[in-house]
C-alpha cells in the first residue's frame, strides 16, 4: 500500500504556470507507475501524464508540451509541471500510484488537489 499527499494547487490566470507535488509514504522506486489524472464535475476522471520506473513518460494529447512530469526517487516525490495554463486545464488533479503485482494492478489516489485557470 501507499498513502499519497497532493499539494500546490490553487488559482492562477490563463498562461501562468503552477507545479503541483506528490508525496508518497513510502519509496516509489518500486511503484511500477506513478501519474496525475485530473476530473471536473460530472465528467468522468481522466488521465494527464504517466511515468514508468524506467522513467518514460506519457502525456494526453491536450497537455503535450505544456506540462511535463517528473519523479524525484530519493524523496519520494511525483511533480507536475503545468505551464502556459488555459482555463480548460481547471479540474481537480489526482495523483496515482499503480502496483502491479501477479499480473494484477492496484491504484492508490491521494484526496485531490483543485486547480482553477481563470480566462
Known amino acids: 500500500q501507499v498513502q499519497l499527499v497532493e499539494s500546490g494547487g490553487g488559482l492562477v490566470q490563463a498562461g501562468d504556470s503552477l507545479r503541483l507535488s506528490c508525496a508518497a509514504s513510502?519509496?516509489?522506486?518500486?511503484?511500477?507507475?506513478m501519474g496525475w489524472y485530473r476530473q471536473v464535475p460530472g465528467k468522468r476522471r481522466d488521465l494527464v501524464a504517466t511515468?514508468?520506473?524506467?522513467?518514460?513518460?506519457n502525456y494526453a494529447d491536450s497537455v503535450k508540451g505544456r506540462f511535463t512530469i517528473s519523479r524525484d526517487n530519493a524523496n519520494n516525490t511525483v511533480y507536475l509541471q503545468m505551464n502556459s495554463l488555459k482555463s480548460e486545464d481547471t479540474a481537480v488533479y489526482y495523483c496515482?500510484?499503480?502496483?502491479?503485482?501477479?499480473?494484477?494492478?492496484?491504484?492508490?489516489w491521494g484526496q485531490g488537489t483543485q486547480v482553477t485557470v481563470s480566462s
Open positions: 511515468i514508468i520506473s524506467g522513467g518514460s513518460t
Open positions: 496515482n500510484a499503480r502496483i502491479t503485482r501477479r499480473w494484477s494492478n492496484y491504484d492508490y
Open positions: 513510502r519509496s516509489i522506486v518500486s511503484i511500477n507507475r
